[in-house]
């Protein structure tokens, strides 16, 4: 696509040039005192084991399910990222089953409620369990659907959810945007969506965005995007 670009291997010698950051690309052990005399990171070839010498991140590493995590577009001095909601393993497989229960639930008592046969405590247990259903199947469409778009053309940071043709943005001044860069979160719950892996220092509040995306890939993407942000 014009004006598309590929994010390059973090994990190179440098960034994208395809070469074992152990060895820097000469296939030899550097550690003086070492017997093996082959690197063992690349065991020899010199090629880092990240990209396969390629520079560029395998699909493993930008790909989930087959589908795309990420994608970089540049055009006019503008810089795009979108990426993809993640999905919560246990969460994307139950929320189906369950919300099949509260649609069972809901249209049973929302029967009575209609013919004025439901009591006051089926009335608040019918709003309860309608925010329930709502919050669920949100949850559930996001991660089928949702992505995050990042957008800076170094006047202008700006962040949107998006779901579907619905979503609200954040915009910042990219002047006082400070400290772009990859924080990984520890996750230990397995229904729990993943905060950004990267953050930024905007006033006194840090920002996050790229939710449940790799260490590599997010480097990758605070690379390209610091190009952009005069002070990042």
Not at 109 to 129: D, M, P
Not at 194 to 206: C, L, N, Q, V, W
Request: proline share 6%; with cysteine.
């Amino acid at each position: 696509m014009p004006g598309s670009s590929r994010l390059r291997c973090s994990r190179c010698d440098r960034p994208g040039n395809g070469r074992c950051a152990t060895c820097q690309g000469t296939g030899q052990n550097l550690h003086l005192n070492a017997f093996e005399p082959k690197c063992d990171r690349c065991a020899g070839t010199g090629a880092c084991k990240f990209c396969d010498g390629s520079g560029y991140p395998r699909s493993s590493d930008l790909f989930e399910s087959g589908v795309p995590r990420t994608t970089v577009v540049s055009a006019n001095g503008r810089v795009e990222v979108i990426i993809r909601a993640p999905w919560i393993g246990v969460a994307i497989f139950f929320l189906p089953v369950w919300l099949a229960g509260w649609a069972f639930g809901e249209y049973h008592v929302g029967i009575e409620i209609i013919q004025g046969k439901a009591t006051l405590l089926e009335y608040i247990w019918f709003v309860g369990w309608s925010a329930g259903g709502i919050g669920a199947l949100y949850s559930l469409m996001w991660m089928l659907v949702g992505r995050e778009r990042v957008a800076i053309d170094g006047l202008t940071l700006s962040i949107r959810d998006e779901l579907g043709p619905l979503g609200r943005a954040k915009r910042f001044d990219a002047n006082k945007v400070h400290n772009l860069r990859c924080s990984p979160v520890l996750v230990t719950s397995p229904t729990a969506t993943p905060p950004g892996t990267i953050a930024f220092e905007y006033g006194p509040k840090t920002y996050r965005f790229g939710s449940g995306i790799g260490e590599a890939e997010a480097n990758d993407l605070v690379r390209v995007l610091k190009e952009r942000i005069p002070s990042g």
